[in-house]
């Protein structure tokens, strides 16, 4: 059995993504919510285990995406470009997408390795809203959706659940991901913890089987006060939700579970509700 519970997975090159800081994705998120994760590093010690991300491949990355637009992102970085499909990018920013999905498989394979129980990957830009072809929103590459295309193909997992929630609909990660082998529950209406958790319950509860892996797209731009989120999550009631989804995982999935931060504009908002959120995958009482 293993010793530690939950990996916190990151790499450097993440917040290398240089936006500009009047972005909403902008470069201080990450380091934001590392410096309130290490303030909460007594009691997270213990049962946490921390990982480097292993970049992503061209490989990996083909999981998803057709090669042309993974060189395309490549050679846009590469020339300094300001933006590719409209996506503000950097420099780094090939580098840091690729350290963000690298993350992903870094804690998918930890989980099913047995080396913790379930995984939050500290990853930016934004996946969900990548398309195969294009990157749109704010994402570059399909972070979650790659994740689950390596579950499926290269680990043989029979069946994987996507859970999404944010402020508006992961339209893109949905058809990106339509397959049999994949069911998905999209929340991004509640406005209040409460009924977002209930939201959540009723729709685990209505799933016609239980599968082989969960994957969590967490949307932090759910919480109040977001700057591109209209809704009015608490951080302290990201604790629930997250305890309602661990715990049904606990119970159906063999606590299989890897959450991959998404949207979440608010730095010191999402910092404060990311180490709640790790508090419940671990099992902690809230901060």
């Known amino acids: 059995m293993a010793s530690k519970i939950t990996a916190f997975v990151s790499h450097e090159d993440i917040p290398r993504h240089d936006t500009g800081w009047n972005h909403p994705d902008h470069q201080g998120r990450i380091p934001a919510i590392a410096r309130a994760v290490y303030r909460d590093m007594l009691t997270l010690f213990e049962p946490m285990l921390e990982l480097s991300a292993v970049p992503a491949t061209d490989e990996d990355l083909r999981l998803v995406h057709t090669a042309e637009y993974v060189r395309r992102v490549r050679e846009a970085a590469g020339a300094q470009a300001a933006e590719i499909d409209g996506v503000r990018i950097s420099g780094a920013s090939d580098e840091a997408a690729r350290a963000s999905v690298g993350g992903a498989l870094t804690a998918v394979d930890a989980v099913l390795g047995g080396d913790v129980r379930n995984a939050f990957v500290l990853a930016r830009p934004p996946g969900r809203d990548a398309l195969p072809d294009a990157a749109a929103g704010f994402s570059i590459f399909n972070t979650v959706a790659i994740a689950a295309r390596h579950l499926r193909e290269r680990r043989g997992t029979r069946s994987v659940l996507v859970v999404s929630?944010?402020?508006?609909?992961?339209?893109?990660?949905?058809?990106?991901?339509?397959?049999p082998w994949l069911q998905m529950i999209d929340i991004h209406t509640p406005q209040e913890g409460a009924a977002f958790a209930d939201a959540l319950r009723d729709a685990l509860g209505a799933l016609p089987?239980?599968?082989?892996?969960?994957?969590l797209s967490a949307g932090f731009d759910i919480l109040a006060g977001d700057p591109v989120g209209t809704l009015a999550v608490e951080p302290r009631?990201?604790?629930?939700?997250?305890?309602?989804?661990?715990?049904?995982?606990?119970?159906?999935?063999?606590?299989?579970?890897?959450?991959?931060?998404?949207?979440?504009?608010?730095a010191t908002a999402t910092a404060r509700a990311v180490v709640q959120h790790l508090r419940a995958l671990i099992g902690l009482p809230p901060a």
């Open 165 to 179: 929630w944010g402020s508006s609909p992961a339209t893109h990660l949905r058809s990106v991901l339509a397959a």
């Open 209 to 215: 089987s239980a599968p082989g892996f969960v994957l």
């Open 237 to 266: 009631e990201v604790y629930d939700i997250t305890r309602v989804l661990r715990e049904w995982a606990d119970q159906h999935a063999s606590g299989r579970l890897v959450s991959v931060l998404e949207g979440g504009y608010d």
